[in-house]
């Protein structure tokens, strides 16, 4: 299954529920052309604060879009939140880039 992987180091920008107490969030900006991010639709994300950190939260991707952030186009991810995606690690921990995110293919 396809997963994406993400280091979140904004605190401003952590993944928010679409509505209080819903388990579908979003999470943005993130610099990634909309082609590449939306492979992942029905993939897994995660969410971690650092390359040697445990994911602290993530889910599986429903939908992105394009979004402005700061004058620039960004990428949006809507995923249904799942508690089975806290605590993980990439299939390849030496794959982030210095963009801060990686992608994992796991079959």
Avoid at 14 to 38: D, M, V
Avoid at 65 to 79: A, H, I, L, S, T
Avoid at 95 to 103: A, F, H, L, P, T
Wanted: aromatic share 16%.
């Amino acid at each position: 299954m396809k997963a994406l992987h993400l280091i979140q180091n904004n605190p401003e920008l952590r993944p928010k529920p679409i509505t209080p107490g819903s388990q579908i969030y979003e999470s943005g900006f993130w610099w990634l052309p909309i082609e590449r991010a939306k492979l992942f639709i029905d993939g897994n994300i995660f969410f971690y604060d650092n390359k040697l950190s445990e994911s602290f939260f993530g889910g599986v991707i429903k939908d992105c879009w394009v979004q402005k952030y700061n004058e620039q186009d960004r990428v949006v991810f809507k995923f249904e939140a799942l508690a089975s995606h806290k605590g993980k690690r990439p299939a390849n921990p030496e794959g982030w880039d210095d963009g801060n995110w990686v992608i994992n293919f796991e079959e």
